[in-house]
């Protein structure tokens, strides 16, 4: 079985006119319909909102992913795609999301990061969000072109996370890229009148997303907003064996996913005959990775993972800086009064 992905480095917006992201993603939607893709999969924050203010003003009929659920439903394919979701009830403190939508329209699953960015980074990523709470875990859905696992930006930089997600099943693993979008990277003596800005964290994404498929017998599809005409994303899909695709301008990218290759790699550990290519025969060609990873585990040793260490970052440390901040104005008041 194969699995054609389409991939998007949107050309986004952001800030007060970031409503006009769900008008681009309808048209790609287009374009991937007539490329035959199976799954298609936006950038972090995509369409949103994320970056600009969390009411649309009347510019839009619906929330953003609801339109978006509309065209889906009108191409057929499955889509993962994002936003930024406040909590319903701590004013000011914000959840990350990745949905994965079915091909009629269907939420299938809302992924919440778990392993949220530092405050000064949201701050400066979502147009002043500062406290994102962390989600449960990493999500898997399963469904006919393959079990898809949802993580979002540098959850793929830890390797507990893509290591769960295959642990549940997953065979595809999502994990979205924001972006820069600061005006001053981009301007002065940087650049020349033909040259592009790439990211200094091209090549380690790379390496991150070839070492996770590797490792744990998983396609990986990373894609980024391109805030900038002059800035080059860090698109790229990776398999167990090889690298099948990357993309570094705005656009749409594609790779064909082979299941079949994929579960035969998961299922066999190494034999004789695997070491001499000459004895595979016609089956299967020579190995580009090492088979049965996810099967040659001891987690009798693992305990170390998940012992607390003194640096640790503390995920719930915006419950105590909303309580301080409330206590303060607590105070100033009181002392007005």
């Known amino acids: 079985m194969k ?6 480095q949107a050309e986004s917006v952001y800030g007060e006119e970031e409503w006009q992201n769900v008008d681009r993603a309808i048209r790609y939607m287009d374009e991937v319909a ?28 619906a ?53 949220p960015d530092e405050p ?15 989600g449960p875990g990493p999500t898997v859905v399963e469904t006919e072109i393959g079990n ?17 997600a295959m642990l549940m099943g997953a065979e595809i693993i999502i994990s979205p890229v924001n972006g820069i979008h600061t005006p001053s990277l981009h301007h002065g003596d940087v650049l020349g009148p033909a040259e592009t800005l790439e990211s200094p964290l091209w090549e380690t ?72 290519s000459t004895k595979l025969g016609e089956k299967q060609p020579p190995l580009g990775t090492r088979p049965g990873q996810q099967r040659l585990r001891r987690p009798a040793i693992y305990g170390k993972l998940v012992e607390p260490h003194p640096n640790d970052f503390d995920y719930d440390y915006y ?6 901040g409330r206590h303060l104005q607590t105070v100033a008041g009181a002392q007005e009064g």
């Open 120 to 134: 000064e980074l949201n701050e400066y990523l979502f147009g002043g969000k500062r406290h994102f709470a962390p």
């Open 148 to 164: 898809i696992g949802l993580l979002i930006c540098s959850e793929l930089w830890v390797p507990e996370l893509p290591r769960i």
């Open 34 to 61: 007539s490329l035959g893709a199976h799954l298609v999969c936006f950038p972090e924050g995509y369409p949103g909102p994320a970056h600009g203010p969390m009411d649309s003003k009347g510019k839009l009929s």
């Open 63 to 115: 929330h953003p992913i609801d339109l978006l659920r509309e065209k889906i439903r009108e191409v057929g394919v499955y889509c993962a795609c994002s936003d930024v979701a406040e909590d319903e009830e701590l004013p000011e403190v914000y959840y990350l999301c990745q949905k994965l939508i079915g091909p009629d329209g269907e939420m299938l699953a809302d992924h919440r990061r778990s392993q």
């Open 205 to 276: 994404w790379k390496c991150i997303s070839r070492c996770r498929a590797a490792e744990n017998a998983q396609y990986v599809i990373v894609t980024q907003n391109t805030f900038n005409p002059d800035y080059a994303g860090v698109g790229h899909i990776a398999g167990p064996e090889a690298l099948l695709a990357e993309h570094k301008g705005p656009g749409v990218f594609t790779a064909e996913l082979d299941m079949d290759r994929l579960r035969y790699l998961r299922g066999t550990l190494y034999e004789f005959g695997m070491l001499d």
């Open 319 to 324: 419950l105590r800086e909303l309580a301080l």
């Open 3 to 8: 699995t054609k992905v389409a991939a998007i």
